[in-house]
């Protein structure tokens, strides 16, 4: 009997002539196991090319460690308030706190789901007319892989002096109006954690366009030690260097992420035409006119309220065990089934349908504004995230993805609708 195979939102795919482990083994024969080495700096070298507009990258443990070294080169301070969408990953916040500064969620508009940048004005505004001082950062997201409006944001923070820190940490190679994500603001992030468009196992970089600054993030980044024959620290640094083994993956990857960038607009092509005639279903798609290039990291559906999914009165009735979508083992044991903002029932009950088809869906980010860890900070809303959180779903959509899976997912959704 045919048994399929689980299908994964994102699974690591390695280039076919094995370029990862060719740059693994010489990490290994040359003892270069460690951080620096041959490969980071290959790596680098890789990613500028790739990222263009005369930049610098500095290949780091994970994006969150180029989240914080960004903001921390921006002169973000204990005390300060930044600037962050909240329709985002725990990464682009938890930073913020690491350095003593409080975030300032920034709600999304509906054309892309990334920051609203007229809420940012008015928050930028408010803030200044409350704290008597303008916010140190701003930090817009790729939710997705979706481009945020680069220009209107860039336009809004330069006309205020706020240094803005690109989280493009899953849009690597999507671009607005044809220059890449991460190369607008003073600092941009990427990350090749193992889910990523292309992966170095866990890693990131930062991607900034100053020499010194440049100089100023590796020293950051690798304890801030300085040039003497004993470890001497002026500055508290941090072990944040990507290593030799990990960057070998990345200089492999690179070989193949074109076709990764290709695949991922394929299938969301695939599931635009496929679910065209669902009624109540929405697949989220880049705006029109040109402007727009999504790398499609993940493909993202709506599903409208009044739509029913076959056993969703059992929805929310038993706690979930592990994590979906993460790192089970890791997850704290929820003590209800249930919180104050989650999404609708019919998501959670096809959610669980997907699952035990082996198809691997969840839940759109919730929205950092309602997340109990940031009770209390400012936000400054529109509705846009919390009301996607509750319509949201995420679709498979990586290189393992075939055609024939996609056609798998959809008949799956179509057969979960109750006629």
């Known amino acids: 009997m045919f048994e399929r195979k689980r299908i994964y939102l994102c699974l690591a795919h390695m280039s076919e002539d094995g370029m990862e482990q060719k740059y ?7 003892n270069w196991v460690v951080p620096l080495g041959p490969n980071v700096n290959g790596f680098e070298k890789d990613l500028e090319e790739f990222v263009g507009e005369g930049k610098r990258v500095v290949a780091l443990s994970s994006g969150t460690a180029a989240v914080h070294l960004g903001l921390l080169a921006a002169g973000v301070k204990p005390g300060d308030e930044v600037l962050v969408q909240s329709f985002t990953f725990c990464a682009s916040t938890h930073p913020i706190t690491y350095l003593g500064a409080t975030p300032v969620m920034i709600d999304s508009e509906p054309d892309t789901w990334n920051m609203d940048p007229d809420l940012l004005e008015e928050a930028i505004k408010d803030r200044i007319a409350k704290t008597g001082k303008k916010p140190a950062a ?4 790729a939710l997705y892989g979706m481009p945020y409006k680069a220009d209107r944001i860039m336009e809004i923070a330069n006309r205020y002096g706020i240094p803005v820190v690109e989280d493009a940490a899953e849009g690597f190679g999507s671009k607005y109006k044809g220059q890449v994500l991460g190369t607008f603001g ?8 193992g889910n990523k468009m292309i992966t170095t196992s866990g890693g990131g970089a930062l991607i900034t366009a100053n020499e010194d600054e440049w100089r100023e993030i590796m020293m ?4 801030y030690r300085e040039s003497y024959p004993y470890y001497q620290h002026e500055k508290i640094g941090y072990n944040y260097r990507m290593s030799n083994i990990c960057a070998g993956i990345g200089r492999g990857q690179m070989t193949v992420v074109e076709d990764h960038l290709k695949h991922h607009k394929h299938v969301q092509k695939l599931y635009e035409e496929l679910l065209a005639d669902v009624p109540g279903l929405h697949v989220h798609s880049q705006p029109a006119g040109g402007d727009y290039d999504s790398n499609y990291w993940l493909c993202t559906i709506t599903i409208d309220p009044e739509v029913r999914i076959k056993g969703q009165e059992n929805a929310y009735k038993t706690i979930v065990k592990g994590a979906v979508g993460g790192a089970a083992g890791v997850i704290h044991m929820a003590d209800s089934a249930t919180t104050d903002c989650q999404p609708n029932d019919n998501v959670e009950a096809l959610r669980v349908l997907m699952d035990q088809a082996q198809i691997e869906a969840r839940p ?5 504004h309602k997340q109990p860890c940031y009770k ?4 400054y809303v529109n509705g846009v995230s919390e009301s996607l959180f509750k319509v949201g779903m995420c ?9 024939d899976d996609v056609r798998f997912i959809v008949e799956t959704i179509k057969g979960a609708i109750v006629k």
Do not use: H, R
């Open 364 to 368: 759109v980010w919730k929205p950092m």
């Open 24 to 30: 693994i083994k010489e990490a290994f024969d040359t």
């Open 186 to 193: 003073k600092y941009g992030v990427l990350s090749f954690n």
């Open 376 to 379: 209390g900070v400012p936000a």
């Open 220 to 223: 950051y980044a690798t304890q």
């Open 138 to 141: 701003i930090v817009p997201v």
């Open 395 to 403: 679709l498979p959509a990586g290189p393992y993805v075939s055609d």
